[in-house]
C-alpha cells in the first residue's frame, strides 16, 4: 500500500480533549494521523485497501476493549475490528472512526488434560499451532498460519483437518464477546446460546470476541505436501479426484489448486513459472496409512514434482506462508460446490490456462466429511450439504496489475458460479452487495438478523459481510 495516495486528504479526526480522557483510562497503545506508526498500523494484508482511521487502538486486555466500545458510542465514531488484518475486502480497518485492534492479544493457555486452548483475539493460527503442537495436540484452522484466528473462526474456517474435525467453529466451545453495548458476556452452548450459534458463521456482527475455547485434536505429525502434474492433465486429475476425495477415508484431506510454480529454490529449475495443476495433501492418521494411500496416487498419476513426507502439523500449515506475504494486491471470490461436472472443469482449465500473475491461483477445499455431519441449522454457517469451497484469487506485488488480476477473478467466476449452490464463504468475499450476504446465509439470515437487532440494534458492528434488515441501507 503506498501511504502517499491518501496523504493529503483529510482524516475526521477526533476531539483532542475527548480523546484526553479516554487515553487517561486505556492501557494500549492508540495512533492518529500524524503519529510516527500510524501509516504502518493502517496497513492490512491486502495491499488494494487503503484506509485511513481516525483513530487505532491496540487493545491489550478486555478492559481496553470495553472502554474502546464505549468511547466509539459515545462520540458516534463508525468501528472496525481488527483480528489478524486479513480480510480481502479490508474489513478490519475503517475510513475516519475507530479500528479497534486486537493483535496485541495474545494470550494462549493450552489446558492438556481436557484437551482444550484458551486463544485470545488476536492470536494468529500460527501461534496457536505451535503452542498446542507442544502437546501433541492441534486445531483444526486453514492453510496459511499468518491468518487471523478471530476472522477465519468467526466465518466458519476450513483447513487441512476439515473432512475429519469439521469446521474451526465445530471445534469451538466458547467465546468472550464484548458487545455494543460494551457489555461483556460469554457464549457457549450454556449461556447466551442465540449469540453462540450467530457467531459460529456469522462473522464479526454481534461484538467484539476477545478469547475463544476451542477442542483440540492428537494431531502432532502428518503426512502432508504438495503434488504437481502438467496443467494439461488438469482435466483427468479433476475428473478423478472429485470422485477419489469424496470416497476416500476422512483423515485425507487434498486441496485441488491451479497454480505457476515459483521460482524459489525449493523446487526444481525447469518448472519455476510453469502453470500447472496440483493437490495438496494431508493425512491426519497414521503415517504409515497415509503413505499406502498416497503411493497408489503417485501410481496412477506420476507427478512432476512433489514435496510429500512426514512433517510436523505446524509445518504443512505454514509451508505457503512466504509465497503469500503481507503487502501484496489481493481480489478474490468464492463459491460453495457440491458437484464438479465435466463443464465446470473445462471453465477451470481455460482461466487455469490464463493465470494472470505467478501467485494468482484456484483452490478447491473440501468441506465433506465432519464438515457435512452438522446440520445446516445448528450453526449459522448454513452449506453444511457442500463438498467443496472454490476460491478464485487473483495475486500480484504490483499495484500496475490490479485491473488485470481483479478482471480475470471476475470473469472465472462469472464462468463457474452457475455451476456453484449459490452462496459463497463469507471470508472468500470482497464487499460484493447484500443478496450475495443473504445467499450464503440463505435460511439463517433471519434468524441472525433477530440475534443481530437483540445484540447490536443500531449496527455499531457493519464493517463485515453485514446482517442487516432490507430497509437500512
Ligand atoms: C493468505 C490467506 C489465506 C487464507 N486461508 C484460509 C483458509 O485456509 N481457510 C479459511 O477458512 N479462510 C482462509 N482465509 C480467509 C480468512 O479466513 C479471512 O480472510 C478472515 O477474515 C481472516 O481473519 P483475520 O482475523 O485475519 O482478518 P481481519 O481482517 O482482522 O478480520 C476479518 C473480519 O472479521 C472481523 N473480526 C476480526 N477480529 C474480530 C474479533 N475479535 N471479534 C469480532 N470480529 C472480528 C473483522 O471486523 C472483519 O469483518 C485466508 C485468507 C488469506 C488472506
Given at each position: 500500500m503506498t501511504t502517499s495516495t491518501k496523504e493529503s486528504?483529510?482524516?475526521?479526526?477526533?476531539?483532542?480533549?475527548?480523546?484526553?480522557?479516554?487515553?487517561?483510562?486505556?492501557h494500549g497503545e492508540l495512533l492518529q494521523p500524524g503519529d510516527k506508526d500510524y501509516h504502518e498500523g493502517r496497513k492490512v494484508y491486502n495491499a488494494m485497501i487503503d484506509k485511513q482511521p481516525g483513530l487505532i487502538a491496540y487493545c491489550t486486555n478486555e478492559g481496553d476493549v470495553i472502554k474502546a466500545v464505549r468511547f466509539a458510542l459515545d462520540y458516534n465514531l463508525d468501528v472496525a475490528i481488527r483480528g489478524g488484518g486479513h480480510s480481502g475486502a479490508g474489513l478490519g480497518m475503517c475510513d475516519d472512526g475507530l479500528c479497534i485492534d486486537l493483535s496485541r492479544m495474545k494470550k494462549i493457555?493450552?489446558?492438556?488434560?481436557?484437551?482444550?486452548?484458551?486463544v485470545e483475539g488476536g492470536c494468529t493460527w500460527g501461534e496457536v499451532d505451535?503452542?498446542?503442537?507442544?502437546?501433541?495436540l492441534a486445531m483444526p484452522s486453514g492453510i496459511i498460519s499468518t491468518t487471523g484466528v478471530a476472522g477465519l473462526t468467526l466465518g466458519g474456517g476450513h483447513?487441512?483437518?476439515s473432512r475429519k474435525y469439521g469446521l474451526t467453529i465445530d471445534n469451538l466451545l466458547a467465546a468472550e464477546i464484548?458487545?455494543?453495548?460494551?457489555?461483556?458476556?460469554t457464549a457457549s452452548e450454556?449461556?447466551?446460546?442465540?449469540?453462540?450459534?450467530?457467531?459460529?458463521?456469522?462473522?464479526?456482527?454481534?461484538?467484539?470476541?476477545?478469547?475463544?475455547?476451542?477442542?483440540?485434536?492428537?494431531?502432532?505429525?502428518?503426512y502432508a505436501g504438495p503434488m504437481f502434474w502438467e496443467l494439461e492433465k488438469a482435466t483427468e486429475i479433476l475428473q478423478w479426484y472429485r470422485d477419489f476425495l469424496p470416497a476416500a477415508p476422512e483423515e485425507l484431506n487434498g486441496f485441488f489448486a491451479l497454480m505457476t510454480v515459483p521460482p524459489a529454490p525449493s523446487f526444481p529449475e525447469q518448472l519455476h513459472m510453469q502453470k500447472v495443476c496440483g493437490i495438496v495433501w494431508c493425512y491426519c492418521g497414521d503415517i504409515k496409512q497415509g503413505e499406502?494411500?498416497?503411493?497408489?496416487?503417485?501410481?496412477?498419476?506420476?507427478p512432476i514434482f512433489e514435496h510429500v513426507g512426514a512433517v510436523p502439523y505446524p509445518g504443512i500449515q505454514s509451508a505457503f506462508d512466504a509465497l503469500y506475504p503481507k503487502g501484496h494486491n489481493w481480489y478474490w471470490r468464492g463459491d460453495f460446490v457440491q458437484e464438479l461436472p465435466d463443464e465446470a472443469i473445462a471453465q477451470h482449465v481455460k482461466f487455469g490456462n490464463e493465470l494472470p500473475t505467478m501467485q494468482s491461483t484456484m483452490h478447491l477445499y473440501p468441506i465433506d466429511g465432519a464438515v457435512n455431519r452438522v446440520g445446516k441449522q445448528e450453526t449459522a454457517f448454513s452449506f453444511r450439504e457442500a463438498n467443496w469451497s472454490q476460491v478464485i484469487v487473483g495475486v500480484d506485488p504490483d499495484p500496475a496489475n490490479n485491473e488485470r488480476i481483479t478482471q480475470w477473478t471476475r470473469d472465472y467466476w462469472e464462468a463457474t458460479h452457475p455451476y456453484s449452490l449459490g452462496g459463497g464463504y463469507v471470508n472468500f468475499m470482497m464487499e460484493e452487495g447484500q443478496e450475495r450476504v443473504k445467499a450464503t446465509y440463505r435460511d439463517n439470515y433471519d434468524r441472525l438478523l433477530k440475534i443481530k437487532q437483540k445484540y447490536d440494534p443500531t449496527n455499531l458492528f457493519h464493517l463485515n459481510?453485514?446482517?442487516?434488515?432490507?430497509s437500512e441501507t
Open positions: 486528504s483529510h482524516v475526521r479526526s477526533i476531539n483532542a480533549d475527548l480523546l484526553g480522557a479516554f487515553k487517561a483510562n486505556f493457555r493450552v489446558n492438556q488434560q481436557d484437551r482444550t486452548v484458551m505451535q503452542a498446542t503442537h507442544a502437546y501433541g483447513g487441512h483437518l464484548v458487545l455494543a453495548n460494551g457489555e461483556f458476556v450454556q449461556e447466551h446460546q442465540d449469540l453462540f450459534w450467530a457467531i459460529r458463521g456469522g462473522g464479526g456482527n454481534f461484538g467484539v470476541v476477545t478469547s475463544f475455547l476451542f477442542r483440540l485434536h492428537p494431531i502432532s505429525t502428518v499406502e494411500i498416497l503411493s497408489q496416487v503417485r501410481e496412477k498419476f506420476p459481510q453485514n446482517i442487516k434488515a432490507s
